[in-house]
T-cell receptor
Framework: GAVVSQHPSWVICKSGTSVKIECRSLDFQATTMFWYRQFPKQSLMLMATSNEGSKATYEQGVEKDKFLINHASLTLSTLTVTSAHPEDSSFYIC????????????FGPGTRLTVT | QKEVEQDPGPLSVPEGAIVSLNCTYSNSAFQYFMWYRQYSRKGPELLMYTYSSGNKEDGRFTAQVDKSSKYISLFIRDSQPSDSATYLCAMSEDYGQNFVFGPGTRLSVLP
């Protein structure tokens, strides 16, 4: 099956700093990738849709200036959490669908962000 | 009322039991229905996909969709300890757009 990787898997940063999370599709091209966050014992909440070569589409309530998304190539999307605060601590997961099979999203393993 | 609701669990069953996991939803425009399994500290993995109403079977897993009742189910036969995970339902109106996830049901299958 298709593989999506994320890096780093776990990051701890100080309040006020920025953190970049990478999402890569390893064996397929992804013109679209999705970014989710998940709080403990809660479901996935879609943050934004990342489109290769164009601006990301953010869900209502998600600050686009705080969560910068760049989809620079067909295999890489990045999420940068700027000026992180403790309330940004969460599990961030990306997913990418196979082209033509958008119901079949392949999820990355997630990145656990802890802001101190 | 949340758009997608799911029994939160946790649900504990003995090995070999038949498990029924359920979701209800309020948006009648949903057409695509998915079930994902998520192990602790891992990303979700797709188990089943169904379009519109009906049943779909894959090995020990059966997905059912009843659009008239706005109700979907995932059945697991002969449950195994390796099935212990959180199960998420997801649905969307349009092909590949705007997935809405349920909150998940945590399942433990006891040996």
């Amino acid at each position: 099956g298709a593989v999506v990787s994320q890096h780093p898997s776990w990051v701890i940063c100080k309040s006020g700093t920025s953190v970049k999370i990478e999402c890569r599709s390893l064996d397929f091209q992804a013109t679209t990738m999705f970014w989710y966050r998940q709080f403990p014992k809660q479901s996935l909440m879609l943050m934004a849709t990342s489109n290769e070569g164009s601006k990301a589409t953010y869900e209502q309530g998600v600050e686009k200036d705080k969560f910068l998304i760049n989809h620079a190539s067909l295999t890489l999307s990045t999420l940068t959490v700027t000026s992180a605060h403790p309330e940004d601590s969460s599990f961030y997961i990306c997913s990418a669908p196979l082209q033509g099979f958008y119901y079949e999203q392949y999820f990355g393993p997630g990145t656990r962000l802890t802001v101190t | 009322q949340k758009e997608v609701e799911q029994d939160p669990g946790p649900l504990s069953v003995p090995e070999g039991a038949i498990v029924s996991l359920n979701c209800t939803y309020s948006n009648s425009a949903f057409q695509y229905f998915m079930w994902y399994r998520q192990y602790s500290r891992k990303g979700p993995e797709l188990l089943m996909y169904t379009y519109s109403s009906g049943n779909k079977e894959d090995g020990r897993f059966t997905a059912q969709v009843d659009k008239s009742s706005k109700y979907i189910s995932l059945f697991i036969r002969d449950s195994q300890p390796s099935d212990s995970a959180t199960y998420l339902c997801a649905m969307s109106e349009d092909y590949g757009q705007n997935f809405v996830f349920g909150p998940g049901t945590r399942l433990s299958v006891l040996p």
